[in-house]
């Protein structure tokens, strides 16, 4: 049994996620190794200062721009958006996996005999055409759909006939998102940009509780070091329930795929990935490293437990870009601001590309966080870098930043 107390805990999450000390992750490359570590990381298209993949990977990979992602997606292709938690961005070399899915989303779509048809146009158009958006896709009027695998509209509502098609034949995988233009996605067919051994491969974990199994270790791989509690780091794990979760984890551990942590004054266990032993060693030792300050995306994989980032780090966060602006504690698009191994506020930017201007709305600062000239500099440094991955040359403040 291994114990530690809480700011070794904070330690070894943040080696974990590259987030301490000289930087793990660099470059291409190096962003390519966080997705393969992650997993996932989710998608969301809101850009008020970068989307929230592009915001999840700023923080870990040295010398990461937005065109870095942008390549990785859909000029290499060592990366592929699909569903996973939520909308999410994957390796390519997960596509096996969700194979069940893409069978779940053919078997939906029967139960939308209209679709058939409307899918042959698409087909027919794509096929003609290329790369294609709901924009431009000739077909108009509203069906009766819902995605299978991931959220589009409530059952019984209507939805915009085209953009239904093209999700559907995506959900199924037979088209893939060719790019993006800001959130406006171009839809092409899958087969002519993955490699068809991949296509072709037979899922790995035929069985559902193996495959369950196998996706409750990568969320804690993505996570660092979860408990065996309800969280969100949970979502869309088709069909998992308590009891199931715990006999992935009493297995898991069993297999010495998993590590069990206390962590002193924390009642529950948590648990991480046994690989992760040498992160547990860095953290024991507790030797001085490298204190960076960085801006954590509002839904980073980390982020993903919030009573869990309370319990370790005594920091609530809470995104509130879907809360009335009257009923909103800090504002619309807020970031953690992390320094060290602690959470020392929350921060509002807003990016003006076309101007090159981003503007410092506010900044809150936690309770005991002492104003003094290095953590000025530090965060004037964050601050300054974030202008530069947000492309732009001016750093506006509206608010004091220390």
Request: net charge neutral; proline share 4%.
């Amino acid at each position: 049994m291994i114990t530690l107390n809480k700011k070794q805990a904070r330690t070894f999450l943040l080696y974990k996620q590259g987030l301490i000390g000289e930087h793990r992750f660099t470059g291409k490359q190096g962003a390519l190794d966080f997705m393969r570590q992650a997993g996932c990381i989710q998608f969301d298209p809101v850009d008020v200062c970068g989307k929230n993949a592009e915001l999840t990977l700023q923080s870990r990979v040295k010398g990461f721009t937005k065109q870095t992602l942008y390549e990785l997606l859909y000029e290499d292709r060592k990366l592929v958006d699909y569903p996973d938690k939520n909308l999410s961005i994957i390796p390519i070399s997960d596509w096996p996996y969700f194979g069940r899915y893409r069978h779940a989303a053919l078997r939906g779509g029967e139960e939308f005999p209209e679709l058939e048809g409307l899918c042959e146009t698409a087909r027919a158009y794509i096929h003609a055409h290329g790369p294609v958006c709901s924009d431009e896709l000739p077909i108009e009027g509203k069906i009766y759909w819902h995605s299978s695998i991931h959220w589009s509209g409530n059952w019984g509502e209507q939805s915009n006939a085209a953009r239904s098609v093209l999700e559907q034949l995506y959900s199924t995988g037979e088209l893939i998102i060719h790019h993006k233009c800001g959130s406006r996605k171009y839809y092409d067919f899958t087969d002519k940009y993955l490699p068809a051994e991949l296509l072709a491969a037979p899922d790995p974990l035929p069985d559902e509780f193996a495959h369950r199994k196998w996706r409750v270790l990568r969320r804690i791989g993505a996570v660092g070091l979860m408990w065996n509690r309800p969280s969100d780091a949970w979502l869309n794990i088709w069909g998992l329930k308590a009891d199931e979760r715990t006999r992935a984890f009493e297995e898991l551990l069993a297999e010495r795929k998993l590590l069990e942590v206390h962590v002193e004054g924390i009642k529950h266990a948590f648990y991480c990935h046994n690989e992760d032993l040498p992160f547990l060693e860095m953290a024991f030792e507790e030797k001085p490293q490298k204190s960076r300050c960085e801006l954590i995306a509002p839904l980073d994989c980390m982020m993903w437990d919030r009573k869990l980032i309370h319990e370790l780090f005594d920091f609530e966060y809470t995104w509130e870009i879907y809360t009335p602006a009257a009923k909103r504690k800090y504002g619309y698009y807020v970031l953690p601001l992390l320094c060290g191994d602690r959470f020392i506020g929350h921060a509002e930017f807003a990016a003006d590309t076309k101007a090159g201007i981003l503007t410092i709305k506010h900044v809150w600062y936690e309770d005991g966080v002492k104003d003094t000239k290095r953590l000025r500099q530090q965060v004037q440094s964050c601050f300054k870098r974030f202008a530069r991955f947000n492309r732009c040359k001016e750093l506006r403040v509206e608010a004091d930043i220390c």
